[in-house]
Structures are given as structure tokens and as C-alpha cells.
């Protein structure tokens, strides 16, 4: 009995972290998405407002945010299907969060005879399971369309609807060459599977055998699939406030809250998928598991523990820089219009990705011993 109740504590602590994770870092882009682009833009961002002579560089706007969200009046359109208006935010918010669970963000932590791996959801095929969460998003938009009784939003919706569909579409193509290059569909494989050295023949032990290296078109695809699947700059014409009536139009309060929310949490889980398919995870240049051995013969003894810890925050950090890389696209180019992004995605972005896979195989092939 006390040996089933740790397990569960243990499973319960990995979906815990990584949902605090996650919630915390998409809520903290509420911040950096005013305060990066101010100074983009060489302006005053969010850091007027104090509380008791405070403004702690505007981290307050988020939490004024969150009340005015909570307090605000909830309304409904007389004529919309009630039980799918109220569902559509939870759908969309449910499905971001949920794919993030099997993305890896350590490798096997051992305590007490157990091993415990960095994983909310450990799955022989999680590319498939986080590509298929991120699908099933696109039901959340198209509820929320339909479900208001306005043509706006339910044009709006659809407009989201073909953009989601066309960048993952993309997405599953381009990552087929990541799980060809490491032979294996399970994230936390993939990410051991660049611990080693590329092409140690030529380079050594010096440079990782990185996804971006194994994979660069591969990684400027999903990428650019990623930013697309967000919903955001440049590819916000679903939402885009200025000139263009999106597909939540009729919601207010923390309805409308969640819609948001949710585009930061897909960031977040695009940084994070990015992270462990191209840029190493929680694999850290040079750490092995009894600690640091770099490639002039100098070695560095670490625990157990430190290591682990060592990996958990390198992981960290590379999401965090790619949710700053991911913001800093979304402030520097201007909007695609709606063919604009449709030719990209279905004859731009998928005939490149399948052509990727063509070449992986064929170099596969040709590196294969007789």
C-alpha cells in the first residue's frame, strides 16, 4: 500500500512540476510580450503603475490583469449554443496544457532504489501524443465560432481552423526526419539520442549530436510551423485586433482570459518541443551522468542529484531563451495575410518538409556499412 501511494505522490509531483511549469512561464509572457517589445520598440513598456512606490519592472500589469479578467461581467449572446460557448475556452486551454506532458525535461533521477523519470508521461510515442494534443486544439476555435451566433467570429474561427491545420500538418511532416535520424518516436529516446557526439570521425567529441545540426531544415520548418500553430505575430490574422474580428469576439472575463492564455502555453510547448527535438533537451555539452568530461581530458566529478539538477535547469533556460527568440520574430515581421499564409503553409512549408524526409532517407541510406 505505502509502496502504491508513492508512486502515486511520485506521478503526481511530475505532473505538478510541469504544470506549474507551464502556467507559470505562459502567464510570465503576458510580462515579457509588453516588456520585450517596448524595448524593441525603444518605448515606456509596462512599468508605469506602482503599488506603494513599487513597479518591480511591471510585474504587477499581470496580476491587474487576472483581477480585471475575474471581476469583469461574463457575457453571453442570447442566440449562442450556451454549453459549447462555455466549453470552447476550457478545450483550448485543456489540450495546450496537456501537451507539454510528454516532452521530457530531465533524464531518470534515482532516490531510494527508484528511478524516477523527468517525464510527466512516459510514452513510446510522444512526438505522436504532443502532436496530437496540439490537434486537438483546433476544436476549441471552432466551438467558440460557431458557438457565438456571429458570422464574424465564426469566419474568424474557421480562419483559425485552416491555419492550425496547415502549420501541423508541416509540423508532423518535419519532425518524421528527427525520428528517422534517432530511430525512435519516444522524446526522452530522442533527446539521450543527442548526448553524443556528430560526425566524432571528423569533429571528435567536440561538437553534440544536436537535432538544429542533424536536422537544420528540419528545424526552420517546425519552427516556422510552430509560430503559425500559435496563432500569434505574423500569423495572427485570426485574431488580429486592429483591422480583423477574431474568432472570441463575444467573449469577456476569464473566458476571453483563457483564449489568451492558451496561445502563450502553445509558445511554451513549441519552445519546449524545439528544445527537445533540436536543441538537446536537457542534455547539457560535455555532462555525462557521473559529471562534466570535456574533450581536452579535463574531468569533473558531480553527484547524482547535481547532475539531475544541472539537466532540469538547462532545460529551463533553453526554453525560456526560445520563448525570447519566439517573441522576438513576433516583433519584428509584419502579418501575412490570410493566402499569404496558406501558400506558405500547404505549398511552401509541406513540399519542403516531405522533401527533408526524402533527403534524410537518402542519406541514411548511404551511410549505412555494407
Not at 508521461?121 to 456571429?150: Q, R
Not at 570521425?201 to 553534440?208: A, L, R, V
Not at 499569404?340 to 534524410?360: C, D, E, H, K, Y
Request: charged share 10%.
Amino acid at each position: 500500500m505505502s509502496a502504491t501511494l508513492t508512486d502515486l505522490g511520485i506521478a503526481l509531483g511530475r505532473v505538478g512540476f510541469v504544470m506549474l511549469f507551464v502556467l507559470n512561464m505562459g502567464g510570465l509572457l503576458t510580462w515579457v510580450e509588453r516588456k520585450q517589445s517596448a524595448v524593441m520598440q525603444d518605448r515606456i513598456g509596462a512599468n508605469r503603475a506602482s503599488i506603494f512606490g513599487l513597479r518591480l519592472f511591471g510585474l504587477f500589469h499581470p496580476l491587474a490583469d487576472a483581477l480585471k479578467m475575474l471581476t469583469k461581467e461574463d457575457f453571453v449572446p442570447a442566440r449562442a449554443d450556451r454549453a459549447l460557448f462555455n466549453l470552447a475556452p476550457l478545450v483550448s486551454v485543456v489540450f495546450a496544457l496537456v501537451a507539454f506532458a510528454a516532452i521530457p525535461f530531465g533524464d531518470v533521477l534515482r532516490i531510494g532504489g527508484r528511478e524516477i523519470p523527468l517525464q510527466a508521461v512516459t510514452l513510446n510515442a510522444g512526438i505522436l501524443y504532443v502532436f496530437a494534443m496540439l490537434s486537438l486544439g483546433v476544436y476549441g476555435v471552432m466551438m467558440a465560432g460557431w458557438a457565438s451566433a456571429n458570422n464574424y467570429a465564426l469566419l474568424g474561427g474557421q480562419r483559425a481552423a485552416a491555419l492550425m491545420i496547415s502549420a501541423e500538418v508541416a509540423i508532423g511532416a518535419s519532425i518524421m526526419g528527427v525520428a528517422m535520424v534517432y530511430g525512435s518516436l519516444d522524446m526522452m529516446e530522442i533527446v539521450r539520442g543527442q548526448g553524443g557526439p556528430l560526425l566524432q570521425q571528423y569533429f571528435g567529441d567536440w561538437i553534440p549530436k544536436w537535432g538544429v545540426l542533424t536536422q537544420p531544415l528540419a528545424f526552420i520548418l517546425f519552427l516556422t510551423a510552430g509560430i503559425a500553430s500559435t496563432k500569434r505575430i505574423p500569423f495572427d490574422f485570426p485574431e488580429g485586433e486592429s483591422e480583423i474580428i477574431g474568432y472570441f469576439v463575444e467573449y469577456s472575463g476569464m473566458k476571453f482570459g483563457m483564449f489568451m492564455m492558451a496561445d502563450f502555453v502553445e509558445t511554451v510547448v513549441i519552445a519546449g518541443m524545439t528544445t527537445a527535438l533540436f536543441l538537446g533537451g536537457w542534455q547539457v555539452p560535455y555532462l555525462m551522468a557521473d559529471g562534466l568530461h570535456f574533450p581536452w581530458g579535463v574531468a569533473v566529478p558531480l553527484g547524482h542529484v547535481t547532475v539531475v539538477v544541472l539537466q532540469v535547469l538547462a532545460f529551463c533556460l533553453k526554453v525560456a531563451v526560445m520563448c525570447w527568440f519566439l517573441m522576438l520574430i513576433r516583433w519584428t515581421l509584419p502579418r501575412f495575410r490570410y493566402d499569404q499564409a496558406m501558400r506558405l503553409g500547404w505549398l511552401g512549408l509541406f513540399p519542403l518538409s516531405i522533401l527533408n524526409v526524402a533527403i534524410t532517407g537518402l542519406v541514411l541510406l548511404a551511410g549505412r556499412t555494407p
